[in-house]
């Protein structure tokens, strides 16, 4: 089993950069990494360029989220597709934990992990 990531980003450069070193610090490689970048006009664009490995689909419009989602979903061919926005950033074990979630529930569609304020100083472990 395997998983990919996609990002949609719009306007998201304060974000973006923790948000990629997230996905490639991964213990458990992400098979490809997508960003659908919403014709951001910020530096977003300019991030996306120091990632190797990244794939980028820069969109000219602004084609909403569930379209852009969809884009960076066709971008993959893994069995596990993580879709987010560019402010989310993953513990370096979601990938692993992820995996063996679906392993152990081969029924489930979906997981939603625990979110939590990235602007609050205190962390909640499970």
């Known amino acids: 089993m395997d998983i990919s990531a996609v990002v949609v980003s719009y306007n998201s450069e304060k974000f973006l950069g923790q948000n ?27 991030v996306l360029g120091s990632y190797a490995g990244l794939q980028a689909l820069l969109l000219p419009v602004n084609i909403g989220y569930a379209a852009a989602a969809n884009r960076g979903i066709r971008g993959t061919d893994s069995e596990l597709v993580r879709v987010a926005n560019a402010d989310i950033f993953l513990d370096a074990e979601f ?16 997981l939603s992990p625990l979110l939590l304020r990235f602007d609050l100083e205190k962390r909640i472990f499970d």
């Open 95 to 110: 990938n692993r934990r992820a995996l063996e979630f679906f392993t152990d529930h081969p029924q489930a569609g979906l």
């Open 20 to 46: 990629l070193d997230s996905l490639f610090q991964q213990t458990v490689p992400f098979q490809r990494v997508v960003v659908v970048d919403n014709a951001s006009r910020d530096g977003s664009r300019a």
